[in-house]
């Protein structure tokens, strides 16, 4: 079965500092990887997917995610964190008619 | 476009009770999903459509039921509300199950309260 993992529930970061938010992955064939955002109060945003290709994905408000096969792997990450980044953020695999999300990891960005 | 529309933001159900939380997508999108989410917790998929017509059970079916009589609408029924049910509920919707199509789109949640 299609999992994903998000190992923390918090990740507290200084505003101006890289953030990192992990996810690792467990599937069988080839894995359709996903990062969504949630801000309070409101519904899942799409961020970024990775489907095949580049190892880098680009995606929305500056963040993007790197796919690693051999660790299986789907990091989200942001070079310079802003308080705005503040919100719920979950990784999802592709299951093959729907998303299977991981519990969330809260990012706290602080001034 | 407004998107994916729910109805109502909020809810106090008595135990017991019955309701149907409304949702709607404009963008034609074949695919619409039911979650619910519990208090700091992940989303669990309730049920889902891959069309007008079909519908099919996820994670936690049990004490609601759907039906997808159009492309558009995709209603979540509560028969018998109990306080385990108490949640935050979102309905999302996709264009197909394609890799490229399949990011999904969300409504903005309907907050349900059992007591």
């Known amino acids: 079965a299609q999992s994903v993992a998000q190992p923390e529930d918090q990740v507290n970061v200084a505003e101006g500092n890289p953030l990192t938010v992990k996810c690792t992955y467990s599937v069988s064939g080839n894995p359709y990887l996903f990062w969504y955002v949630q801000y309070p109060n409101r519904g899942l945003q799409f961020l970024l997917k990775?489907?095949?290709?580049?190892?880098l994905v680009k995606g929305s408000y500056g963040f993007e995610a790197e796919f690693n096969k051999s660790q299986t792997s789907f990091h989200l990450k942001k070079p310079s964190a802003l308080v705005s980044d503040s919100a719920l953020y979950f990784c999802?695999?592709?299951?093959?008619?729907?998303?299977?999300f991981g519990t969330g990891t809260r990012l706290q960005v602080f001034p | 476009n407004a998107g994916v529309t729910q109805t109502p933001k909020f809810r106090i159900l008595k135990i017991g009770q019955s309701m149907t939380l409304q949702c709607t997508q404009d963008?034609?999108?074949?695919?619409m999903y039911w979650y619910r989410q519990d208090p700091g917790m992940g989303l669990k998929l309730i049920y889902y459509s891959v069309g007008a017509g079909i519908t099919d059970k996820g994670e936690v079916p049990n004490g609601y039921n759907v039906s997808r009589s159009t492309t558009e609408d995709f209603p979540l029924r509560l028969e018998l509300a109990a306080p385990s049910q108490t949640s935050v509920y979102f309905c999302?919707?996709?264009?197909?199950?394609?890799?490229?199509?399949?990011?999904?789109?969300f409504g903005p949640g309907t907050r349900l309260t059992v007591l």
């Open positions: 963008m034609n999108h074949n695919y």
């Open positions: 999302a919707s996709s264009y197909s199950r394609l890799p490229q199509g399949n990011e999904q789109f």
């Open positions: 990775y489907i095949t290709g580049d190892n």
């Open positions: 999802a695999v592709r299951s093959p008619d729907k998303l299977i």
